[in-house]
C-alpha cells in the first residue's frame, strides 16, 4: 500500500532557487502591465497637446515612478536571467568541444547595449 | 501522448516575444516610464517619432509578441501555483488576453 | 574522549504496522569519512534492523541510493556526514515518488516513461553483422556523450517541481535520455520519438525552472537538454507548414 505524500501549494518557498524562478516567471506580470500601460499612453499621445500634458503629468507621481522603476528591475532580471540561459538552447560545437558559454551569452549583451544606447540615442537626439 | 503542433506554436511566439522583450522592454521603460513623464525628453520628439512608419513598426513588434511571451510564462504559474485542473480555460484567458492586447496596440498605432 | 555522534531523523513507513507515516531519530557514530548510506548501514546493522532503504555500488555509479538529505536529493553514497555536522540529518524518501516502505519509493511510473521514448538505438533498417561496425567520430561522440551519463538516479524527478505537481509530466532522465538518441549519428528513430518527446506532456510542460540539473550527480543537464527538444520541436513545426510533404 504506497503513501503518496502532498505537494504544498507553496512548494516554491521551499527552496532558494524555487523563489527565484518564481520571480524570473513573475517579471512577466510587470512587463505585461507595462506595455498595456504603454499603450494607453501612446493613445494618449495622438490627442491634443494640452490633453496629454495633463496625462503626462499624472504620470509623473510618485506612485507612477514607483511601479516603473519596479518594472525596470523585473525588466532587468527577465534580461539577465534570458540571456544567461542561452547556451543552454544554442550548442555550437568546435570537433570535440563545445564552444565557451561566453561566445553565445557575450554577443546577446552586446546586442542588448547597443540596441538600448541607438534606442537612448534615436529618442533625445535624433 | 501525441506531438503537440499547438504547444510548439506557443513557445514560438513564447521565445521570440522573450528576446524581444528582455532587449528592448528596460530601455523603453526608462524611456517612457521615467524620462518621458520627467520631461527629460520632449513629447513632441515623441509625437514626431511615433509618426514615422518605421517606428510604428518597432512599436508594433514591441507591442505583439512579448504579450504573448508573458501570457505563456503566466499560464505556467498558474498552472504550478494550482490551477492544472483547468489547463485550457487558463490557456484561453491567457492567450486570448494577449491577442486582445495586440489588437489593442494594431489599433492604436493605425491611429497615431 | 567520547566519540562524536550525529543524530539521523529517518522518515519510517511501515504499513504492515501503521497507516501514516513517522519520523524517528537515532544516534549513530559521527566518522569524518562516512557517507550518509554508511550512517543508515550503522544504523541497519547495530540499532535498527528494520530499516530498509536502496543502496549497490556506494561509489555513485549504480544510481540506487537516491533519498532526500535535509529536503535536497542527493545519492546517500555521496553525501558526506561531515557536509552536515553537527545535525541532525533528515532522511526521507526520494520526493515526488510514492513510497513503498521507509526510504523506498516505487520507480514504477519512471520505468513506464523510461521505456516510451525508446531509449535504443532505432535503425530503419538493420546491418548486418557482416557490413561491420557503425563508425563514429569523436566528434560525432561528443555531440551525446553528456546526456549518456544519466545513472536514472531520479534525484532529477525529485527536484522537479512540475513532475511533483502535475506526475503525467514525462521528466527530466527520460528526455534527456531521448535526447542522447536522437543526437547519436547511429539512430534513426527521431521521428518515432517526435510522437512522445514533441508530446504535451513531454517537453512542454518544462517550465526551465532548471533544479534537475543543479541535483544531477553526474552532469548530465537534463534542463538544456529539454530546452535544445524544444527547439527542434519548433523548428518541426515550421518544416511542417514550409515543407508538409516531406517526413524525414
Known amino acids: 500500500m504506497s503513501y503518496r505524500r502532498p505537494i504544498a501549494s507553496n512548494w516554491w518557498m521551499a527552496k532558494p532557487n524555487y523563489l527565484l524562478f518564481m520571480f524570473r516567471e513573475l517579471t512577466a506580470v510587470f512587463v505585461w502591465l507595462y506595455l498595456i500601460f504603454y499603450l494607453c499612453q501612446l493613445s494618449q499621445l495622438g490627442k491634443d497637446a494640452g490633453t496629454y500634458t495633463t496625462f503626462l503629468a499624472g504620470r509623473s507621481s510618485l506612485l507612477w515612478m514607483l511601479f516603473h522603476l519596479m518594472a525596470l528591475v523585473a525588466a532587468i532580471y527577465h534580461s539577465v536571467t534570458w540571456f544567461n540561459l542561452t547556451p543552454k538552447v544554442i550548442v555550437v560545437r568546435r570537433g570535440e568541444e563545445k564552444i565557451p558559454d561566453g561566445l553565445i551569452v557575450g554577443p546577446h549583451y552586446a546586442g542588448w547595449l547597443g540596441l538600448s544606447l541607438a534606442i537612448i540615442f534615436i529618442a533625445l537626439w535624433s | 501522448m501525441t506531438k503537440s503542433y499547438k504547444e510548439a506554436f506557443w513557445w514560438y511566439l513564447f521565445s521570440a516575444g522573450g528576446m524581444i522583450a528582455a532587449m528592448l522592454v528596460p530601455v523603453q521603460i526608462f524611456l517612457t516610464g521615467i524620462a518621458e513623464p520627467m520631461g527629460w525628453v520632449s513629447s513632441d520628439h515623441m509625437r514626431a517619432l511615433v509618426a514615422n512608419p ?10 505583439s509578441l512579448p504579450f504573448f511571451h508573458c501570457a505563456h510564462r503566466i499560464r505556467h504559474v498558474l498552472y504550478d501555483v494550482g490551477f492544472r485542473g483547468m489547463q485550457t480555460p487558463v490557456a484561453v484567458v491567457c492567450y486570448g488576453a494577449a491577442l486582445l492586447c495586440t489588437l489593442y496596440a494594431v489599433v492604436t498605432l493605425a491611429s497615431l | 574522549m567520547a566519540e562524536r555522534t550525529i543524530t539521523l531523523e529517518v522518515f519510517r513507513y511501515q504499513p504492515e504496522k501503521e497507516k501514516e507515516p513517522t519520523f524517528q531519530s537515532f544516534t549513530v557514530p559521527f566518522r569524518e569519512d562516512w557517507v550518509v548510506l554508511d550512517a543508515l548501514n550503522y544504523l541497519k546493522d547495530q540499532i535498527d534492523g528494520s530499516i530498509s532503504f536502496r543502496w ?14 535535509n529536503g535536497t536529493p542527493r545519492l546517500s553514497c555521496a553525501a558526506f556526514l561531515k557536509e552536515y555536522y553537527p545535525g541532525p540529518v533528515r532522511i526521507e524518501p526520494l520526493a515526488n515518488f510514492p513510497v513503498e516502505r521507509d526510504l523506498i519509493v516505487s520507480l514504477d511510473d519512471f520505468m513506464k516513461k523510461l521505456k516510451a521514448v525508446k531509449p535504443w538505438i532505432i535503425r530503419k533498417e538493420e546491418k548486418p553483422v557482416s557490413e561491420g561496425e557503425y563508425r563514429q567520430s569523436p566528434a560525432e561522440l561528443a555531440n551525446f556523450k553528456q546526456y549518456s551519463m544519466c545513472i536514472n538516479c531520479l534525484l532529477c524527478y525529485a527536484a522537479c517541481p512540475v513532475y511533483g505537481i502535475q506526475p503525467d509530466f514525462v521528466g527530466p532522465a527520460a528526455l534527456a535520455l531521448a535526447h542522447r538518441y536522437n543526437l547519436d549519428t547511429r539512430d534513426e528513430g527521431q521521428e518515432l520519438r517526435k510522437e512522445v518527446v514533441f508530446s504535451h506532456e513531454a517537453i512542454w510542460e518544462c517550465t526551465f525552472v532548471g533544479e534537475c540539473s543543479v541535483v544531477c550527480p553526474k552532469d548530465v543537464d537534463p534542463a538544456g537538454a529539454i530546452q535544445q527538444e524544444k527547439a527542434a520541436g519548433a523548428l518541426d513545426l515550421v518544416k511542417s507548414v514550409l515543407m508538409p510533404w516531406g517526413s524525414r
Request: aromatic fraction near 4%; hydrophobic fraction near 50%; charged fraction near 10%.
Open chain 2, 54 to 63: 518605421l517606428t510604428k513598426l518597432y512599436l508594433l513588434a514591441l507591442l
Open chain 3, 56 to 69: 549497490s555500488c556506494r561509489m555513485g555509479v549504480c544510481g540506487s541510493c537516491g533519498m532526500m538529505v
